[in-house]
């Protein structure tokens, strides 16, 4: 589970998601794709980083939301999709 403080301005990186691999170029062995959450969140597959787009709002009911990251070897069809599931949200 992730936290994100209410506090989190627009654009800012909430975190980079911590998985090895390449995911472009030549040498790409790993497919990254924002499934669900698109609504909050955008995924920058070459940096690994999740970029807040919907401004939180806990006053407005918002205490939790979901989103699903698949994680796909380009190498190996049998390797375990990765997923983020609830991420609350906190006053700071």
């Given at each position: 589970?992730?936290?994100?403080?209410?506090?989190?301005?627009?654009?800012?990186?909430?975190?980079e998601l911590p998985?090895?691999?390449?995911?472009?170029?030549?040498?790409?062995n790993?497919?990254?794709?924002?499934?669900?959450?698109?609504?909050?969140?955008?995924?920058?597959?070459?940096?690994?980083?999740?970029?807040?787009?919907?401004e939180?709002?806990?006053?407005?009911?918002?205490?939790?939301?979901?989103i699903l990251?698949?994680?796909?070897?380009?190498?190996d069809?049998?390797?375990?999709?990765v997923?983020f599931?609830i991420?609350q949200?906190?006053h700071?």
């Open positions: 589970m992730y936290s994100v403080t209410v506090s989190n301005i627009l654009g800012s990186t909430l975190t998985i090895r691999g390449q995911t472009f170029g030549p040498d790409a790993i497919q990254l794709q924002l499934i669900q959450g698109n609504d909050f969140v955008s995924l920058d597959p070459r940096t690994k980083k999740l970029t807040l787009e919907k939180l709002d806990r006053d407005e009911g918002l205490s939790r939301f979901e990251i698949e994680c796909k070897s380009l190498l069809d049998h390797f375990p999709e997923s599931r991420v949200l906190r700071q």
